[in-house]
C-alpha cells in the first residue's frame, strides 16, 4: 500500500500557473506508476496525467495536453503536476493515486491508492 499527500492547491486567476505535488510513503514508490485526477463538483471522477515507474512515458488527457506536465522523482518519492494556463473549466479537487498496473492509465479502477485531494480554484 502507497500513502499519498497531496499539496499546492489553490486560487489562481486564469492563465495563471501551479504545481501541485504528491508525496508518497510506503510501498517502494519507484516500483509503481502514478496518475493524476481531478473532480469537479456534480461531475465524475476524470483522468489528467499519469507516469510510468520509470517516467520514461507521460500519458495526458486532451483537455490538458500542451498546458499540464506530468513529472516524478522517485528518489524524493514525489511526483508534480505542472499546471500552465490554467483555466476555469480546470477548477476540481485534483488527486494523485497509485498503480501497479502498466496499462489502461485512464480509469479509475487500475489505480490502487489514493491521496486525499487538493482544491484547485480558477477564476476568470
Known amino acids: 500500500q502507497v500513502q499519498l499527500v497531496e499539496s499546492g492547491g489553490g486560487l489562481v486567476q486564469a492563465g495563471g500557473s501551479l504545481r501541485l505535488s504528491c508525496a508518497a510513503s510506503g510501498r517502494a514508490f519507484s516500483s509503481v506508476g502514478m496518475g493524476w485526477f481531478r473532480q469537479a463538483p456534480g461531475k465524475e471522477r476524470e483522468f489528467v496525467a499519469a507516469?510510468?515507474?520509470?517516467?520514461?512515458?507521460?500519458y495526458y488527457a486532451d483537455s490538458v495536453k500542451g498546458r499540464f506536465t506530468i513529472s516524478r522523482v522517485n528518489a524524493k518519492n514525489t511526483v508534480y503536476l505542472q499546471m500552465n494556463g490554467l483555466k476555469p473549466e480546470d477548477t476540481a479537487v485534483y488527486y494523485c493515486?497509485?498503480?501497479?498496473?502498466?496499462?489502461?492509465?485512464?480509469?479509475?479502477?487500475?489505480?490502487?491508492?489514493w491521496g486525499q485531494g487538493t482544491q484547485v480554484t480558477v477564476s476568470s
Open positions: 493515486a497509485s498503480t501497479t498496473r502498466t496499462a489502461d492509465w485512464g480509469l479509475t479502477r487500475s489505480y490502487n491508492d
Open positions: 507516469i510510468r515507474w520509470s517516467g520514461t512515458s507521460t
